[in-house]
């Protein structure tokens, strides 16, 4: 492995996300957490600018940054009543080991049988268009199944966030 700028800037997004992530899943405060999925958020619109890819870290930062974490970020100013819940929280070690676990599986379990052990190639060095971009999102044999399944998740998170707010309010 050589020492250049794109591994530089890989191991700096690569401290943003993984420490955002970590203070996400570590703080108890819900303002300081939204704070942390910001700064996971920018790592990953890094790891598209590495790809040379500049419209998907775009729409990282406008549409993830820029709109779902301040909105989850007003969301938590305007509901005082969450922000002073006094949660019996179990104890985080079974919680971490039983998560490391399942990431360890998961890191073996696809990496190993789609690399072989060895190293993945270079990526390529022409990308896609945006046309080609829209095209793979909407066609039947390209993301529209992830795409469909993101906005079921997003809709469940906004179902039990009306529900966490009416069920303190009553």
């Avoid at 943003?16 to 405060?29: A, H, K, P």
Wanted: charge should be positive.
């Amino acid at each position: 492995m050589e020492l250049n700028a794109v591994t530089i800037g890989f191991a700096v997004f690569t401290i943003f996300t993984l420490g955002g992530g970590f203070g996400v899943v570590t703080t108890r405060n819900l303002f300081q957490g939204t704070i942390w999925l910001m700064v996971s958020l920018f790592g990953v619109a890094g790891y598209f600018i590495l790809l040379s890819a500049p419209f998907l870290a775009a729409v990282q930062i406008l549409v993830y940054i820029g709109a779902i974490a301040i909105l989850i970020t007003f969301a938590v100013m305007l509901t005082r009543s969450v922000t002073r819940i006094k949660v019996r929280y179990i104890r985080l070690l079974p919680s971490f080991i039983g998560s490391l676990l399942v990431f360890l599986i998961l890191l073996f379990g696809i990496t190993v049988p789609i690399f072989g052990g060895q190293l993945p190639e270079a990526a390529p060095q022409t990308v896609a268009s945006t046309r080609d971009l829209g095209a793979a999102l909407v066609s039947e044999h390209g993301y529209v199944v992830p795409f469909m399944l993101a906005s079921v998740l997003l809709t469940g998170a906004m179902i039990g966030a009306i529900f966490i707010a009416r069920d303190e309010k009553a």
